[in-house]
Every structure is written in C-alpha cells, then in structure tokens.
C-alpha cells in the first residue's frame, strides 16, 4: 500500500535467515523465484539489445539472437553458483567467490563499448567483442589481490559516480529509439520498401516509427512499473518491471503484435557452443573495455559491501576483505569464461540485496535455486524465443527505467560527496566532456588524419574510440582531475570548523562548541516505513535541523 502518514504499522517480525543457517526448502525455493523474477529482466537486455537491429548493433538473425540469450542466461547461472558456493585456490590464502547471496548476470557496462566497437568493425564484431573482454578481464583479476582499501583510494566515489551517471544517460537513446518502433532502419520512416514499418512490414501489426500505438505499448510498461511502485506489495515492487513487461505483452497479444512462429520453429533445448564466434582481439576497444571492467569491479565492491550489511555479516576486517577478494575474482574469471562461452561479461546484481532487506532471506540456497533457474531457462531455447517475439516498444519502456536507475545509482554516489569547490570543478569537467560527447558523437570524427600504414591507423582508431565513448571520456577525466588538483585548504579555526563538519553515513554528528551541545540525526530505512530519530542534548535544534535536514538514498 501507500505511504499513509501517520499510520503506526506492526514492526516486521519475520525470521532472518543468514547465509548458512538452515532453512525450509519451501522458503527457499519461494526466495530463489522472487531473486530469478527480480534480474531476468537486467539479464537478457543487454543481449537483445546489442544483438538487434541499429547502426551500432549486430543486426543478427532470429537463430543466433536466440542462441545469444540462452547463453547469457546459462553463464549468469554457472558463475551465479561460484559467486554463491565460494572454493577456496589449494594452498593459498585466496578464494574464487564471495560466498554470499549474489546472482550475477550481463552488465550494462558492455553496451556502450560494444556498440561503440560494432559500429567501427562492423565484421565478426561480436567475436571481436568476446576476445577483448577477455582480455581486459584480467585487469579484474590482477586487481582482486589488492586490498580493497587500495581499490577504493585509487577509484573513489567520484569517479564512479561520474561513470555510473553517464553510462545510464547514454543508454538512454537507445532505450528510447526502441519505444518508438526500434533502432533500424525503419527509424527514418521510409515510405515504401521493407522498413517503412517497425521492424519490417512483414512483422505482424507492424506501425510507424514514432506510431500512437508504439508509444501507448512502451507506456504500458513504463506506467505499470511506475504504479506498482506506489500501490504494490513488496514483492511486487522487487518485481515490479517483469509485471510490466508482462503486462506490456499481454496489451501487444490482445492487438495482434506477437509473432508465434520463430517460437514454434526454434529448438526444444540448446546449450553452450551450440553456435560460436570467431575470436579476435580489437586493438582500438581495448580501453573502453579496461574502463568497462574498471566499472564493473568498482560496483562490484559496493555490492559486495551491501550484500555483508544486509546479509548480516561485517563489513570490515579481513573476513570482510576476503569475501571482496574472492568476489572480485570470480567477477574477472567469470569475464574471461564468459567470452568463452559466447557471451558477454557478467558482473554481480544488485537487484539482490534489496529482496534480501525486504524479505530477511540471506540464505545461499535461495541462491542456488535461483541460478538453476537461470540455467534452465537457457537451456529451454524456446523460452528465449518468446523473449525476443517481444515488440521493441516494451523493450523500449522497459529499458528506459533500467537504464536511468543506473544513472540514478551515479547520482546517489555523488550525493556522498562533500562538494567542495575541487569536486564541484572536478564533476563539472568530467561531465562537459562525457555528456557533450554523448550528445554530438561525431564531435572528434575528423580530428585524427587518415593514414596507409594500418598500425598507425589502428593506433588513431583507438583515440577516436575513446574520445567518442562518453563515460570513457569521464572517467579519464574524473581519474586525471582527481589525482593533480589538490585539496582546498582548512579553514583557519580548524578545530572549530573540524567539529561542525558533518559525519557521512548513516548517523550524521554536529557538535557546537559555543553551547556545548552534540545532535545526532538518526536515519533508519526499511521497506516500508521510514523513521528518523532525533536526539537532543542542548542547544538550537532548529537551527541545526535545518543545515542537517538530508535524507540519505
């Protein structure tokens, strides 16, 4: 239901489960179901977008398309099961996994690399994808033995709020170009010929790029989701974007936009290598690419973080630090067996971790239900033909919202940020540049001359690459600022402006001298209810109130 102010509601009373305590397998099947419903929808995306019709994407046939998706799904189950079990490396002090509740699937991170690389090596580009994630998987691997602490001073929450913000921003054309009628050909509504409709005029129902029904089918997903989120359950709400493609479906089924017969024609089972892609190593994606896995070991770290706090385990000291050693590098070799496997690299969800807040089932066998979920949905090809029957504009509405929470993640981090006038210049100039770019892509396409010697012109085409890649572009900037500009001075009464200074996380401290006074605004969230608790020793709370008042995300 609704927020209702004022309303006293019961205290949630229900068990916790932890990640090895014993629980019912009823309970456990239930929890690993709502996991599965909760990322199905991050999983297969990427795939089907990067794999579909568009100047930057593969433009492949129904078959490999459905091959694409089983794959994605089969990997994100296999590595979701090392990421839970955890194996420790035979006489080390390492592990492979982080032992906890984390179900891994393709991240978003790899589209605008991968449509960047597609649309500048159009001919065996996603082998060529394949290989050089692999490649520059190892960076993960590498930095998984580093301490984490380490990780994070050379990756600080600038920087990847800055890269988070606008990977989201730029995913958001095509999300929206896919609400209009799709990404081909047909998006400049040619009037005649086989793309004067969306996706051809051989598709059933077919419209016009931009239609009043194209547009009304992407609203059916968006809206549904928007609700739900206001007047649905807790389980509906962790679900809340599977419904609205389900609902999204059924409104295209009852206006005769389905297509049955790629269903009917495609296989009863598959399974990986059923179809392969040569690979190759792209000179000119190899940086896109390092600052993709410099992402995705970032989030994660801070998924692996959340997951210990709402897992109930700590999060700190060096089991804590193992767990993230572990995670990380089953992350990295989960990128180098992902390009085998023929799909692209899957990175931990955080999906997760807020169905384990909501439902207090931490337990690692709702884990591995999950990912024999994921596994079996792969191997039942039929299952990822029906997934690509659907229209593009419930793709479209769909994706829109998962991409713009990924821009909204970006922003919840920068939030953390003191914000003085060195972030405020070092964010400034991270996003002139990521999002102008982002905006006039072909901003930097005559810059670079055009040379016969084809080690040269390899060596141009990477730099065209990275300047035409908009989160690239923000975190070489964001990285290069943070490290050379230096820190603003203390103020002069030091002491004094130290104890005024407000405490990040969850407690906020402010402390005047002057009156002897200390207040603590306490900030405690749960799934339903929000309540703050404030604790008064003496002085102006007002006052303090007022410079204090910040909810935390």
Known sequence: MPHIPFLKKKANTSPFYGPNDDVPIFLACIMGVQHFLAVIGGIITPTLLISGAGDNALNLNQ?????MVSAS???SGLMSLVQIVRFRIPKTKYYIGAGLLQITGVSFANLPAGQALVSNMYKNAFGAILGTQMVCALLTIAISFLP?????????????GIVLFVIGGSLLSSAMKNWAGGSGPCMSRPQSGDFALCPTVFAPNAQQWGSPVNFALGASVFFTIIILELVGSVFLKNISVVVGLVVGCIIAAGVGMFDGSDIAAAPAATFLWVNTFKLSVYGPGVIPFLFVYLDMTIECLGDLTAACDVSGMAITGSTFESRCQGGLLADGLSGVFSGLATSMGVVTFSQNNGVIAVTRCA???AGVICAVLLIIFGIFSKISAAFLAIPAPLIGGMTVFLFASVATSGIRILGYLDWTRRDRVIVAASLALALGVSLVPNWFEYVMPEVENSALQGFYDAISTVVSTGYIMGGIVSILLNLILPYEMPADNEEESSEKKSTGGVDRIFRDEEHGATYTVCTIYNSDTTARCYKKFSGAILRILT??????P
């Open 73 to 75: 799904l089969i990997v």
């Open 547 to 552: 410079d204090t008042f910040r909810l935390r």
């Open 363 to 365: 337990n690692r066998y």
């Open 148 to 160: 984490p602490r380490v990780i994070r001073k050379l990756f600080p929450k600038i920087v990847t």
């Open 63 to 67: 078959d490999l398309r459905q091959y």
